[in-house]
């Protein structure tokens, strides 16, 4: 469970330039990278990268991919970063839409067939449930197995998601059920479910951190929104609901008046590259689009679901904005609230 308090952490990339940097022309070399709180790279790979480009890298963390998103926005005007990583395919056709990124397609393209528009795909994986196997056990309840199953009495006060407006994940599993009950359904879905007792939060690492129970701080709550990889790093101490998985890609783009887009396109093939492509799994949980080697504990216990949920992102992109206040109205108007 220690391993997993790094995604919290993002590293402190701002590091010197070797020699190379003294060969490049004058002027400012470094690379501003806008991202979310679970970009964690080791600090020899940046190096090494530092090195052989003569860039520097900078990195900036708002928190989740939500507030990535927002950030991108608020500042399209005048923009204080060269590129981004962790725009989610829920958002990516909005971004795009925005035209907020500088057309750019690298030569080594691994994942060339999640492109959307300007962006490249980095990595993917699958949102889902993780479950607490022993509390279902202990208490002889029966096991949750998809999103129906949430609104059941017996699983009343068990879940705990995270907003949409704010967190990657959240917006996940609010997508999925979009998804899964239709224009004209999910609101009802949602009232359940809240009359139920989920619990929201505002990130997923509180949510899984503090109000899982076996997250670090022994919550309350078994059910937590969060990946079907998460489990790899707890050898299977928990577990996946896999009928609730929800197919998440997540890209880089050089945005549109970068100071440094020729750097912002060193970085993108960096991270394409096999050598940064198979760090992805042990240090940001999901799968890598290049076809790398993946831990061996992966294959037991990082699975990804058979039959995920594909919500049509494109038609999300053109409705978020009114779904996300609709789902804000039902929030605000809960029960016990």
Known sequence: MRKLLAIAAVSALALAGCSAADQKASGDNTITVLTHDSFNVPDELIK???GETGYQVKTTAPGDA??????????KDAPQVDVVFGIDNFSAYTAVDEGLFEDYKPENDPGAEYRIGELSAIDFGDVCLN???????EKGIPEPETYEDLVKPEYQ????TTNPTSSSPGLAFFV???AKFGDDGWQDYWKQLFANGV?????????FYTDFTKGDGKGEYPLVVSYASSPAYAAGE???VFGTCVRQVEYAGVIKGAKNPDGAKAFIDFML???????????????PVAAVELPAEWTQYAKLADDPIVPDAEKIAKNRESLLKEWTALFEARVGA
């Open 157 to 160: 006060n068990l879940t705990v």
């Open 238 to 240: 928990f577990g996946t």
């Open 48 to 50: 090494k990268f530092e």
């Open 176 to 178: 999925g059920s979009v």
């Open 66 to 75: 939500g507030m990535v998103f927002t950030q991108l926005l608020l500042n």
């Open 199 to 207: 619990k929201v939060d505002q990130s997923w690492s509180d949510a």
């Open 273 to 287: 590259s096999d050598e940064f492509q198979s760090i992805i799994p042990e240090e940001m949980y999901m799968y």
């Open 131 to 137: 479950i607490d196997h022993s509390y279902f056990a």
